[in-house]
């Protein structure tokens, strides 16, 4: 049974940071490409940041370069996004995927939200 299980959510203020891990199971992890999503509430659902399968290399949106990392452990099954200087605008439910050619899961789902 694929399962990805997003943690590390919650809440913060600006400025604040957060990491969130996304612990896969049910699938070769070190397969996959690997990203994080988000939505914020009336809009779609935007990538943030991807990793490939190794993590040789990564690719963000704008909006989160220099403030965001993503990486993984495929020893460990996890993939992580480390958020640093969070605003306001970085509010959203965050979610972790796997890809690979016409395979996508999708974790459930994390709660961030960035007020003071």
């Known amino acids: 049974q694929v399962q990805l299980v997003e943690s590390g959510g919650g809440s913060v203020q600006p400025g604040g940071s957060l990491r969130l891990s996304c612990a896969a199971s049910?699938?070769?992890?070190?397969?996959?490409?690997m990203s994080w999503y988000r939505q914020a509430p009336g809009k779609e659902r935007e990538l943030v940041a991807g990793?490939?399968?190794?993590?040789?290399?990564?690719n963000y949106a704008d909006s989160v370069k220099g403030r965001f990392t993503i990486y993984r452990d495929n020893a460990k099954n996890t993939l992580y996004l480390q958020m640093n200087s969070l605003k306001p605008e970085d509010t959203a439910v965050y979610y972790c995927?796997?890809?690979?050619?016409?395979?996508?899961?999708w974790g459930q789902g994390n709660q961030v939200n960035v007020s003071s």
């Open positions: 049910g699938f070769t992890f070190s397969s996959y490409v």
């Open positions: 990793i490939t399968s190794a993590g040789g290399s990564r």
């Open positions: 995927n796997a890809r690979r050619v016409r395979v996508d899961y």
